[in-house]
C-alpha cells in the first residue's frame, strides 16, 4: 500500500512538474505578446513622428537662440537702430499724414516760384480696409492733385526738389499748356496728379518668428545711407494751419484719383 502511494505521489509531481514547464512559458509567451502588441509596437510606430518632433523642436530651438542673439545686438546698438528706424518712417509712412504731405508739396513748389492755383487730395480710409491692408501687408495711396503755373525751368526744379524730398511720392499723370493769359504770358500752367504710399502697419508679434534685421548688412547700410541724402519736411503746426486756411485747398472723399485738369 505505501509503495502504491509513493507511485501516486511521484506521478503528481512528474505531472505537476510536466504542468509548471508547460505552463509558465506559455504564459511568459502571452505577457511577452501583449506587452509587444500594447506597448513595444505602438512606440515603434511613434519613432518617426517622434524623430520629426525631436527635428523641428531643434530647430526652434536653434532659431530661438540665433533670435535672441540679434535681439541683443539691436539692444546694444539701441539709438543707431532708434534713429534708423526713424528714417525709413518718415520715407514710407504708417499713416496717410495728409496735412504734412500737402503742406510739403505747398513748400516745394513755392521754393521753386511757382505759383499754386489749386491743390486736393483724395483718400479711402476705413478701418476695415486698413485691417485687409495690414493683413496682406497692402500699401495704400493719398492721391494729391497740383495746379499751378511756372516757367520750364521752375517746373523741372520742382520735381527734382520732391524726387529728392523723403517722403515717397510718385507722378501719376502730368499735363501742361501755354497760359493764354496776357499777364502770366510765357508760363507754362500744369496739373500733376501725385500719390504718396503708405504701408499700414499692425503690430503681431509672434515668438518663433525670425529676426533677419542685420544693421551690419552692406544693403542695409547702403539703404540708410541713400536715405539720409534725401531732404526730410517737418513743418510745424502753425505752417500746416496756415496751408490749410488757403482758399486753394480742397479735400476730396473719393477714392478714385482725382483726373487733372489742362
Same mark, same amino acid.
Given at each position: 500500500?505505501?509503495?502504491?502511494?509513493?507511485?501516486?505521489?511521484?506521478?503528481?509531481?512528474?505531472?505537476?512538474?510536466?504542468?509548471?514547464?508547460?505552463?509558465?512559458? &506559455?504564459?511568459?509567451?502571452?505577457?511577452?505578446?501583449? /506587452?509587444?502588441?500594447?506597448?513595444? *509596437?505602438?512606440? *515603434?510606430?511613434?519613432?518617426?513622428?517622434?524623430?520629426?518632433?525631436?527635428?523641428?523642436?531643434?530647430?526652434?530651438?536653434?532659431?530661438?537662440?540665433?533670435?535672441?542673439?540679434?535681439?541683443?545686438?539691436?539692444?546694444?546698438?539701441?539709438?543707431?537702430? $532708434?534713429?534708423?528706424?526713424?528714417?525709413?518712417?518718415?520715407?514710407?509712412?504708417?499713416?496717410?499724414?495728409?496735412?504734412?504731405?500737402?503742406?510739403?508739396?505747398?513748400?516745394?513748389?513755392?521754393?521753386? @516760384?511757382?505759383?499754386?492755383?489749386? /491743390?486736393?487730395?483724395?483718400?479711402?480710409?476705413?478701418?476695415?480696409?486698413?485691417?485687409?491692408?495690414?493683413?496682406?501687408?497692402?500699401?495704400?495711396?493719398?492721391?494729391?492733385?497740383?495746379?499751378?503755373? @511756372?516757367?520750364? $525751368?521752375?517746373?523741372?526744379?520742382?520735381?527734382?526738389? #520732391?524726387?529728392?524730398?523723403?517722403?515717397?511720392?510718385?507722378?501719376?499723370?502730368?499735363?501742361?499748356?501755354?497760359?493764354?493769359?496776357?499777364?502770366? #504770358?510765357?508760363?507754362?500752367?500744369?496739373?500733376?496728379?501725385?500719390?504718396?504710399?503708405?504701408? *499700414?502697419?499692425?503690430?503681431?508679434?509672434?515668438?518663433?518668428?525670425?529676426?533677419?534685421?542685420?544693421?551690419? $548688412?552692406?544693403?542695409?547700410?547702403?539703404?540708410?545711407?541713400?536715405?539720409?541724402?534725401?531732404?526730410?519736411?517737418?513743418?510745424?503746426?502753425?505752417? &500746416?494751419?496756415?496751408?490749410?486756411?488757403?482758399? @486753394?485747398?480742397?479735400?476730396?472723399?473719393?477714392?478714385?484719383?482725382?483726373?487733372?485738369?489742362?
Amino acid at each position: 500500500m505505501s509503495n502504491d502511494k509513493k507511485d501516486i505521489k511521484s506521478d503528481l509531481n512528474a505531472l505537476k512538474n510536466a504542468l509548471v514547464n508547460f505552463v509558465v512559458p &506559455i504564459i511568459s509567451l502571452g505577457i511577452t505578446v501583449i /506587452l509587444f502588441v500594447s506597448v513595444i *509596437y505602438p512606440s *515603434y510606430k511613434e519613432i518617426p513622428t517622434l524623430k520629426d518632433d525631436l527635428q523641428r523642436k531643434e530647430s526652434l530651438s536653434t532659431q530661438l537662440e540665433t533670435k535672441l542673439k540679434n535681439l541683443k545686438r539691436l539692444v546694444d546698438f539701441k539709438s543707431a537702430v $532708434d534713429e534708423d528706424e526713424k528714417l525709413i518712417s518718415d520715407t514710407l509712412v504708417s499713416e496717410p499724414q495728409v496735412p504734412q504731405l500737402l503742406t510739403q508739396i505747398d513748400i516745394i513748389a513755392r521754393e521753386n @516760384g511757382l505759383t499754386l492755383n489749386k /491743390l486736393s487730395y483724395s483718400i479711402t480710409e476705413s478701418d476695415e480696409k486698413n485691417k485687409e491692408a495690414a493683413m496682406s501687408q497692402k500699401v495704400l495711396n493719398v492721391t494729391v492733385v497740383l495746379s499751378a503755373l @511756372g516757367s520750364h $525751368d521752375q517746373i523741372i526744379n520742382f520735381f527734382k526738389t #520732391l524726387e529728392s524730398a523723403a517722403r515717397i511720392v510718385q507722378i501719376k499723370t502730368f499735363r501742361y499748356e501755354q497760359s493764354q493769359d496776357p499777364e502770366t #504770358l510765357g508760363a507754362l500752367g500744369f496739373s500733376v496728379v501725385i500719390t504718396s504710399p503708405y504701408l *499700414y502697419v499692425q503690430s503681431n508679434a509672434v515668438t518663433d518668428d525670425p529676426v533677419d534685421l542685420d544693421i551690419n $548688412d552692406k544693403e542695409f547700410i547702403g539703404t540708410v545711407n541713400k536715405v539720409k541724402k534725401f531732404k526730410f519736411y517737418k513743418p510745424t503746426l502753425e505752417e &500746416i494751419n496756415k496751408f490749410l486756411s488757403k482758399p @486753394g485747398v480742397e479735400e476730396s472723399t473719393e477714392s478714385e484719383e482725382t483726373p487733372p485738369t489742362t
